[in-house]
């Protein structure tokens, strides 16, 4: 059972908007800064957000993250069907002074 | 380019041991903690730890201390995860990653290269 909290699935149909929470508390979300990352099965994980809503070079703006109180979100727009896979948060954890990671949520384009 | 490469799918018996490793290339490796992240097939990422190439320092989560060791060679910029005594409840994909984290009030944390991940198969 994870610290941090995420649907278990989401889906959506291509050009749609789709957001994915990420719960946490006050010693991970919190205080500290989110990161999100995309895995799809056979390819190396990919972070798409750090620093809550910072992309990396290379992500496209269709990605944007967001932080408030205990919680963050993942809003993706524009799907497209390469966007499937499995999407993670993950936060520093002053009580376990290392990473947790969400439960993933299992994104599907329709 | 950062590219973090691991070696390949292990299938091995209870009982037997085994290391598996994580090559990085195309940065200064000995210069970034490498983290390990396994995923028990059907569950999420958990956070094994941390190795630092350039002096073999470690961190483990305790979930994992006493379990597996992580060793590195910076000679050959290369990360490793051993058991030495598997157990088919270490059947998982083991990822390896490189581990940013700035501490202070608010931390910072976020891996931004990952490996390809590692299929480690224990079964009798």
């Known amino acids: 059972q994870s610290v941090l909290t995420q649907p278990p699935s989401a889906s959506g149909t291509p050009g749609q908007r789709v957001a994915i929470s990420c719960s946490g508390g006050t010693s991970n979300i919190g205080s500290n800064s989110v990161s999100w990352y995309h895995l799809v099965p056979g390819t190396a994980p990919k972070l798409l957000i750090y620093s809550n809503n910072q992309r990396p070079s290379g992500v496209p703006d269709r990605f944007s993250g967001s932080k408030s109180g205990t919680s963050a979100s993942l809003a993706i727009s524009g799907l497209q069907s390469e966007d499937e896979g499995d999407y993670y948060c993950s936060v520093w954890d002053d009580s376990l002074n290392g990473p947790e990671f969400g439960g993933g949520t299992r994104l599907t384009v329709l | 380019e950062v590219q973090l490469v691991q070696s390949g799918a292990e299938v091995k018996k209870p009982g037997e041991s085994l290391k598996i490793s994580c090559q990085g290339s195309?940065?200064?490796?000995?210069?970034?903690?490498i983290a390990w992240v396994r995923q028990v097939p059907g569950k999420g990422l958990e956070w094994m730890g941390i190795?630092?190439?350039?002096?073999?320092?470690?961190i483990y989560n305790p979930s994992f201390e006493g379990q597996v060791t992580f060793s590195a060679d910076k000679s050959f910029s290369t990360a490793y995860l051993q058991w030495d005594r598997l157990e088919a409840s270490d059947t998982a994909m083991y990822y390896c990653?490189?581990?940013?984290?700035?501490?202070?009030?608010?931390?910072?944390?976020?891996?931004?290269?990952w490996g390809q991940g590692a299929l480690v198969t224990v079964s009798s």
């Open positions: 990653a490189r581990h940013r984290a700035w501490m202070g009030e608010s931390t910072t944390f976020f891996y931004d290269y």
């Open positions: 190795v630092h190439p350039d002096d073999s320092q470690t």
């Open positions: 195309g940065y200064t490796f000995s210069n970034y903690w």
